[in-house]
């Protein structure tokens, strides 16, 4: 019986023990799952417009965003990292970039993602370099670049409507957006990478005023990405500009003018359309686009600092337009209508400096 003692204690204790032990891992596991899910919460970011307090929020803080204007494709690969160091260093936090479609797609479904046009590789040094990054998809984009973005090709359909609910439009427009988005969806700030908004359209208020276009052309981009990003649109100042182009409830607004423009006033109007959330300039003109055969545009820097000063001080977003302008490589300079309509066309030179901050050579 004594040996049988001995067993018994021998096995109760060897029981207790194990139970310890299982009771030790199930504790070490549990904080190791707990450890992983705040990791997963302090990375996988979040940001959003808060309507009621006239705020952006990045991770529950108030987000003011002041953000570089450049373009991706007018500067060469080699020097992005340069231009966006750059930035940073003059204590910018956001780099803003239009998307062209018609250099990425020069041809019906032949895409061109390589060099300057490596827009995945943009987003990646974006991120490297800690700062946020805001995409103005369009697809219709202006930015004095040929078609404004929108590929020449479409005009080989006979009659076709471009920047309406044309469904030849419409069609290759959502092709398009089919092969972008699904490569930028990993870069979204809530997928821990720096996309914070994107852009649909651009500037459409100056040109039509079919918000069920405005609205279609949204679902086609939360059809892809969802509600993990902010999306906007961006406006002239002149009051049927924003009637025609703000367009709620999905569509966030923002507004351009520059710095001889008056801030209460363009608020006023402003408001008129969309009482609620953030004020933002998403183009504080730097300088002005250059013509053919004319002088060099440029801006009083003395007002472009008053102007950003009086933006900050309310609370403002702001994005300079352009904070580095670069070049229009090969055939993408774009035209426009001159001012006095008896002088016809006026064409883009190959310079894009803008009179910018950082000048077209990157300095």
Known sequence: FGLIFSWADNLKASLQFRNRCFLKMCFIFVNVLLALVAVSQVESGEFYVDWKNDRFVMDDETFQYVSAGMHYFRIPHQYWEQRINAAKSAGLNTIQTYVAWNAHEPEPGVYNFEGDLDIVEFIKTVQAHDMALILRVGPYICGEWNFGGLPPWLLGTPGIQIRTQDSRFMKAVNSWLNVLLPMIEPYLYA????????????????????????????????????????????????DFELECGITPPNLFGTVDFSPEDDVDDVMRRFRKHQSRGPFVNSELYAGWCDWCGQQHQVTDPHHLGSMLDTLLSRDASVNFYMWHGGSTFGLNTGASLADDPSDGIVFSPQSYDYNAPASEPGY
């Not at 821990?192 to 279609?216: L, R, W």
């Open 191 to 238: 997928n821990d990478g720096p996309i914070i908004m994107v852009q649909v359209e651009n500037e459409y208020g100056s040109f039509g005023c079919d918000h069920d276009y405005i609205k279609a052309l949204y679902k086609m981009f939360y059809e892809i990405l969802g509600n993990k990003v902010v999306y906007f649109t961006t406006d002239g100042e002149r």
